[in-house]
């Protein structure tokens, strides 16, 4: 969901809310110009579990929420790619 409509300056991948988290979690990011955008979800060995967005966005601010409900506790990583911008971070399931 675009929850802004300013101009970001910078690409930012924002830390996720709450963290540590049971079972939803909000992910959030800003794009300072139009492209393919994809948030991917990563397990502790670095594998694809899920791909939350894979498509072209306007420039803007973001949110997403995150159901981590079928998932066990563990950490797990979220990749923001958009052009050459790359970033990942990391969270912590807690059930």
Do not use: H
Not at 31 to 43: A, E, S
Not at 73 to 86: A, P, V
Request: no cysteine; charged share 20%.
């Amino acid at each position: 969901t675009q929850i802004g409509s300013s101009l970001p300056v910078n690409f930012i991948l924002g830390q996720n809310y709450p963290n540590p988290f049971n079972p939803v979690t909000k992910l959030n990011f800003m794009l300072p110009k139009q492209g393919v955008t994809k948030l991917v979800i990563l397990d502790i060995t670095g594998r694809e579990i899920s791909i939350i967005l894979d498509q072209r966005l306007e420039p803007g601010t973001y949110e997403i929420d995150w159901d981590a409900s079928k998932y066990p506790s563990g950490i797990y990583f979220y990749s923001l790619q958009s052009g050459n911008f790359k970033k990942k971070k990391k969270m912590i399931l807690i059930k």
